[in-house]
């Protein structure tokens, strides 16, 4: 199946969804999920496999075990990356969203990334990696503490970055025509790329946990 961009429906489908979270609502609709969201999702990640490797969509239902919030469907559809770093795609109601780099540090990759930050060499290609993604309209986001990490100083030249316990470069479209054709794998495609020198330098000074590696 080509990706041929994903229908209005299926952002239709997710606005129900978001007043009706419940089993009768995803039961009457299931088929467009299958339909307008699944099969879109699977088709875009096989057109960009060759160039950033295998996906992974999520499942729909939400892990409630744990969680006070009970509904028992995710009112966004998304999808990973790992073949060059970490690469996300979601739909929504709200539109399109794509992300890269690291969203959940291990405390091992936690002291990796600040020992990179810190670093004259590694920190300053990731200043200047951050500087063009922003300049170029991505966003930079993660957990970032309000106060600097201990046995760093106040006054570090980059203290901002140091602050992150995890970065991630984003890119959000809200609901526009261009969505439902291929325009929209054009979109993703193009960020992605824009991540690729943050995932690399991840890549490159952070990697992966620990545990995977003894794995």
């Known amino acids: 199946m080509k990706f041929a961009g994903f229908p209005e429906r299926a952002l ?7 007043a009706d979270n419940s089993k009768p609502y995803w039961t009457d609709h299931k088929a467009v999920y299958e339909e307008c969201v699944r099969q879109p999702m699977e088709a875009l990640l096989a057109e960009l496999e060759a160039e ?11 892990d409630v075990r744990f969680s006070k919030d009970k509904t028992p469907y995710k009112t966004a559809a998304g999808a990973i990356l790992r ?3 970490m690469f996300y795609v979601q ?3 709200e539109g399109l969203f794509v992300g890269g780099g690291i969203y959940h540090a291990a ?17 300053a290609e990731l200043e200047r990696i951050v500087a063009v993604l922003r300049n170029a ?5 993660g957990d970032v503490m309000k106060a600097m990490p201990r046995g760093y ?12 316990r995890s970065m991630a470069a984003w890119k959000r479209w809200e609901p526009r025509d261009w969505m439902h054709t291929r325009a929209a794998l054009a979109r993703v495609r193009t960020a ?3 991540f690729r020198p943050l995932n690399g330098w991840m890549a490159a000074n952070v990697g992966e946990t620990e545990e995977a590696r003894r794995r």
């Open 107 to 123: 405390p091992d990759q936690l002291r990796r990334l600040r020992r990179a930050v810190a670093d004259d060499v590694q920190g």
């Open 137 to 141: 309209g991505y966003g930079i986001e």
């Open 52 to 62: 950033f490797g295998a996906g992974t969509m999520f499942r729909p239902y939400r």
């Open 12 to 18: 239709v489908f997710y606005e129900g969804l978001e």
């Open 83 to 85: 073949g060059e770093g």
């Open 91 to 93: 739909l929504s109601a």
């Open 192 to 194: 992605w790329r824009a």
């Open 153 to 164: 100083p106040a006054d570090h030249p980059r203290a901002e970055l140091l602050r992150h």
